[in-house]
């Protein structure tokens, strides 16, 4: 885990080596200072000798002074550094992120990877600062100060060799004990940020339906299982402290005491010595102090680090052959003994035994209930899951035998619940060809049926889409969306119930605009409506996860039972709204 995350410093090196260098120095400062203020006690203030005052005064301001510059540049090449190594992991994440299947996403939810890769990076960010600075800077101080305290007063020193045994053994299993609770919270604020992102998708809905309070209960229930569990670990956490100020002042005691009997009674130590051992306590319980902050960053930041080498860890379902094919022949799809299952499981079919031949050109409509199995079929084509029996082949050739950016670079799926980007219009239709011109943006919209509606607008073209194009209406979005995808001059065009929101007249003059000014696409239509896909060449029924029919409207109106029942219902409704 640690090498993975190592990787992530990059060109940020020289920062990271250069901050111990300078904490470094700084604690050879620090460490020399206190023997420099006991010889100017004893040879200086008890003498009354004013010069050995001013010198080794002066030695101290300047030896001040250094150790200041040497921790500000300490500081800021660690602060350069952490910033680097976050920004570096934010990438690579973001990177792993978008070669995820469907399935790798649908594991660890969306949810959990915004947090993964904000609040779980900040957290490594923040440890691995401390760990080049105060884990480098606390330790030396320690060893060094009792270094010091030994050379000294070798009695003394007594006292540190009972008293900081306990004080680890405390801190050891404060970290034992907190680090599961802290893995828990993480947990829970997946599940918390995941509320959060329900509501704000859902908005319109919760306040069409005023579920306002019932969410806020949602909300506050998981944000009550944050609070319990968090201040529990915060809890054992605050031991560190009481622990902290105990020790210092359990030393102080001792050191004033002993200290005392050898100063008086045995003449063993100085005034100024046992000064410098104060002064070496303090740095003593302050580096361990530090140490135990620094470790309950890292015991936060562990579960976090955890959390992010999952993700990049995690490999995706979906992978190029050694030598994968780079041009697709035609649009023409063959399914052949097909069975899915978004779980991989024999057993929790989405898809079973699926048989079927489109040929290149050809206008296909797909009709089925819900679940029916409509969209994990079409889903298949442009790989966004794997199959787990049989064979989806397109231009003659197995989908997995293609390199996945060619095969849906040829492939166009529209959504019903399609998405836009913050941008303009036309940055948002140029998703489907960056290089295209304004006259080819022009004619898919018009195909789209969504011109009329673009010069509607005071920028036209122009007009800025707000985030998930909450400004349009979801009619014009899906027009929208139909454009971009017809931007790309797909070989194969799946429409997924992606004229829903659109009116009967508008739905059939998209249709007759494909039709005709896209002759040779393979073209697949999925819809509720019968009326959109009647004049298809030919139409697929769905029915739990199986072919159920195939042929023209004519042909399932006389003899498919399923699509005769969707037929008349809907014909029965057409007619009583007529009335």
Known sequence: MIKKLLANVGSYKKDSLMTPVYVAGEVALDVIMPLIMAMMIDQGIEKGDASVILRDGGLLF???????????????????????????????????????????????????????????????????QMIIRILVRSPLVLIFSLVMVSTISPELMTIYLVVLPILAIGLALVIKFAHPLFLKVFRIYDKLNNVVQENLQGVRVVKSYVREEQQEEIFDKVSEDVYRNFTLAQRIVSFNMPLMQFSVYTCMLLLSWFGAQLIVEQSSLTTGELVSMFNYTMQILMSLMMMSMAFVQILIARTSAERVVEVLDEESDLKNNAEPLTTIRDGSIVFENVCFSYANDKDKL??????????????????????????????????????????????????????????????????????????TINDNLRWGNENASDEEIRRVATIAQADPFIQEFPDKYETMISQGGNNVSGGQKQR????????????????????????????????????????????IIISQRINSI???????????GKINGIGTHDELLANNTIYQ?????????????EE
């Open 480 to 523: 929208l969306t139909i454009a971009r995808a017809l931007l790309k001059k797909p070989k194969i065009l799946i429409l997924d119930d992606s004229t829903s929101a659109v009116d009967t007249k508008t739905d059939r003059s998209i249709r007759e605009g494909l039709k005709r000014e896209i002759p040779g696409t393979t073209t």
């Open 62 to 128: 300047l030896l001040s002074l250094l150790a200041l510059l040497l921790g500000t540049l300490g500081g800021r090449t660690a602060a350069i550094a952490s910033a680097g190594f976050a920004r570096n992991l934010r990438h690579n994440l973001f990177t792993r992120i978008q070669d995820f299947s469907f399935s790798n996403i649908d594991r660890f939810s969306s949810a959990s990877l915004i947090t993964r890769m904000t609040t779980d990076v900040t957290n490594v960010q923040n440890a691995y």
């Open 565 to 577: 029942e969707v037929y008349h219902s809907q014909q029965k409704g057409f007619g009583e709204g």
């Open 350 to 423: 989405a898809l079973e035994q699926a048989n079927l031949e489109i040929a290149s050109g050809e206008v296909i409509g797909i009709i089925g209930g819900t679940g029916s199995g409509k969209s994990s079929l079409v889903q298949l084509i442009p790989r966004l899951y794997d199959v787990i029996e049989g064979h989806v082949k397109v231009g003659g050739h197995d989908v997995r035998d293609y390199d996945l950016a060619v095969l849906r670079d040829q492939v166009s799926m529209v959504l019903q619940n399609n998405v836009l980007f913050s941008g």
């Open 534 to 544: 009647e004049d298809a060449d030919r139409i697929i029924v769905m029915d739990d």
